[in-house]
């Protein structure tokens, strides 16, 4: 089983791209394939990529897409980036950090936030040279204090609430037509909903938190439970945190994880008669999931590639924190699938038209209460290492400023509605 999902996830992620990749692991693969877009190729860059997966994993792919289409769109030669798969969170980072620097990289990137710690200490130790360094989805760029150190990552929180919308357009319509049983709901009448996270990060919290305030959006009688997994990608635990949410009446599914396995398993409970929905990350789940996937939020990676490569070959500082998300159209949802309520189309279009022109933000802290109260104060950064933020006031004018003072979440708050599990 787990090897069809795998097949099935390259199906869906090439027929997204329209293209195929060859496998690879672990080795270092010269490649870059995208039309050039003026007569005379750019040689003065040399890239390195550092990623947690290959092609088979959505959010990697997603990077490796997004660097491609740079490079095409920037002319850069596909001898000039290296690309090493499946590079583990650990001393592997940082001896691949090295050995791109041997190759003549100028430029190293990883994509993974247990990449940061190693490739920071990379970056210090060839502070002196004219080589820059970016971990993206880190957070200590900022604090380092290394000029050739930077972060980024997009606001997907964004996405994550417009794909919030269109979940809790799905559950207005299932109440409208009573389609809910006494299950579906707790004992204070709020809809259940359940969201597979990969770690208790900010990360995770920030994109949860999101996605739920999305859905009160449209529905405002709903509760949350998060189960997490402890791994950015197992295809099994996301499956099996599904099954259980389903299982404990849960009608929608929302998941911070990068595999298939939760969407196939809502699929499967659904073609078996229960009322169950997926919403996806990085890339359509529409092949696995054909019946129960509505949408998925993902990242628009070759926005800030394109700006970062483009400064390289300016000669330009890259920003040390760098975020955006629909205003530079960085973020965005995946197709809608048919099982999607009437007027969902309709609807993310006129949230995504807010939040281009800033009236609508998606921390309001109008629209949510810890412990029953309002929240007017939380720092946004932590400057003792205790994962405690202490420092930079986030809420101003009245909304928590998400990817404010760093690129990565930093929002952390467990607001009401929403009940994380015991970790599996």
């Not at 990623?51 to 596909?78: F, M, Q, R, S, V």
């Not at 529905?219 to 996301?238: G, H, K, L, P």
């Not at 599914?253 to 078996?272: C, E």
């Amino acid at each position: 089983m787990k090897r069809l999902i795998s097949l099935l996830l390259v199906l869906a992620v090439a027929l997204m791209a329209g293209m195929a990749f060859a496998g690879c692991s672990n080795k270092e693969n010269q490649e870059g394939e995208g039309q050039t877009n003026s007569s005379e190729p750019q040689k003065d860059l040399k890239i390195g990529v550092i990623l947690i997966g290959d092609e088979n994993e959505g959010y990697t792919y997603a990077h490796i897409e997004g660097i491609k289409t740079a490079a095409a769109a920037l002319n850069i030669p596909e001898d000039q980036i290296i690309f090493y798969y499946n590079i583990l969170e650990s001393d592997e980072c940082h001896d691949t950090a090295v050995k791109l620097v041997e190759a003549g990289c100028n430029l190293i990137i990883s994509n993974s936030y247990g990449h940061q710690t190693y490739m920071q200490e990379v970056a210090e130790t060839y502070q002196d040279e004219d080589i820059t360094f970016i971990s993206m989805t880190g957070d200590t760029a900022k604090t380092s204090g290394l000029a050739n150190f930077k972060n980024a990552f997009t606001k997907i929180y964004e996405s994550r609430y417009v794909s919030g919308v269109a979940a809790g357009m799905k559950i207005a319509e299932l109440v409208k037509d009573g389609k809910l049983t006494d299950k579906n709901y707790d004992k204070d009448g709020n809809v259940k909903i359940g969201y597979v996270g990969a770690h208790p990060f900010a990360e995770v919290v920030s994109g949860y938190t999101a996605f739920y305030l999305g859905v009160k959006s449209v529905f405002e009688d709903v509760v949350m439970e998060v189960s997490y997994t402890n791994s950015w990608f197992d295809i099994i635990a996301e499956g099996t945190a599904a099954e259980a949410m389903v299982s404990d009446g849960c009608v929608i599914i929302g998941q911070h994880a990068d595999s298939t396995g939760a969407p196939a398993a809502v699929q499967a409970l659904n073609k078996a008669g229960t009322v169950c929905y997926s919403v996806g990350y990085n890339i359509s789940m529409l092949e696995v999931a054909p019946d129960a996937a509505l949408v998925s939020a993902t990242n628009n990676w070759a926005v800030y590639y394109e700006y970062a490569f483009g400064q390289m070959l300016k000669g330009e500082d890259i920003d040390t924190n760098w975020a955006e998300g629909y205003e530079k159209d960085a973020v965005r949802t995946t197709e809608l699938g048919k099982a999607c309520a009437e007027g969902t189309k309709e609807k993310i279009e006129e949230v995504e038209k807010a939040l281009k022109e800033g009236t609508l933000h998606v921390f309001d802290t109008s629209k949510f209460t810890v412990r029953g109260e309002e929240v007017t104060t939380a720092f946004a950064t932590d400057t003792d290492g205790d994962f405690v933020p202490d420092a930079d006031e986030a809420i101003i004018d009245g909304y928590y400023h998400e990817s404010y003072f760093r690129a990565a979440p930093s929002f952390w708050l467990r607001i009401d509605g929403i009940t994380e599990l015991t970790e599996n």
